[in-house]
């Protein structure tokens, strides 16, 4: 069963700011994670932010794989 976690442990797990996937949350712009919501509480898989990181690792600064957020 994934793990699923709160807005703050994403943020620690991501290393950005809990506003930051506020915002994105919000607005639908940057940090693009999936995200449930269970009453007033967000959670995110555990395995959709591995999926982030994977999605948005490069080997150098020049390369790109399509869309990135």
């Known amino acids: 069963m994934d793990s699923l ?10 290393g950005l700011a ?3 996937l506020a ?7 940057g940090v693009s ?7 007033s509480n967000v959670r995110y898989r ?3 932010l591995e999926r982030y ?3 948005n690792t490069y080997s150098h600064t ?3 794989r399509g869309k990135h957020v």
């Open 5 to 14: 976690l709160s807005t703050k442990q994403a943020s620690e797990y991501l």
């Open 18 to 20: 809990e506003k930051t």
């Open 33 to 39: 994670i999936p995200f449930i919501k269970i009453g």
């Open 53 to 55: 990181i994977e999605t």
């Open 23 to 29: 915002n994105s949350r919000c607005s639908g712009v």
């Open 46 to 48: 555990q395995s959709e």
């Open 62 to 64: 020049s390369e790109r």
